[in-house]
């Protein structure tokens, strides 16, 4: 599978943007599919993740009530909507899949479980 992401921009701190992850070449329901971030100088961290199977969701402390990431199996697209967005939410965001999605629900957090990356949106929050 290969995956694009995309809806990145430049927001006023408060505001919102929707990001997008489109999935090519395998169904998403045969993928846990996560969110994670980078930003300058920093470690890569762990956003959301939403599992293949069954569809429950997990979600970095930093986001719990600000972010919900969803998929809508039609389009092949999992969505990242981020709302009352802050400066500290500044960064390069990615996609990533995991498949088969057997991987436990505590292991939804670690990069290393994912084999497939996107390119990458830009997200830059001004105060």
């Known amino acids: 599978v290969q995956l694009q992401a995309s809806g990145g921009g430049l927001v006023q701190a408060g505001g919102s943007l929707r990001l997008s992850c489109a999935a090519s070449g395998g169904t998403l329901s045969a993928y846990n599919m996560a969110w994670f971030r980078q930003a300058p100088g920093k470690e890569r961290e762990f956003v959301a993740a939403?599992?293949?199977?069954?569809?429950?969701?997990a979600y970095a402390d930093s986001v719990k009530g600000r972010f919900t990431i969803s998929r809508e199996c039609a389009k092949n697209t999992v969505y990242l909507q981020m709302n009352n967005l802050k400066p500290e939410d500044t960064a390069v965001y990615y996609c990533a899949g995991d498949s088969p999605p057997t991987a436990p629900y505590s292991a939804l957090a670690n990069g290393r479980l994912y084999d497939v990356w996107g390119q990458g949106t830009q997200v830059t929050v001004s105060s």
């Open positions: 939403i599992r293949g199977t069954g569809g429950s969701t």
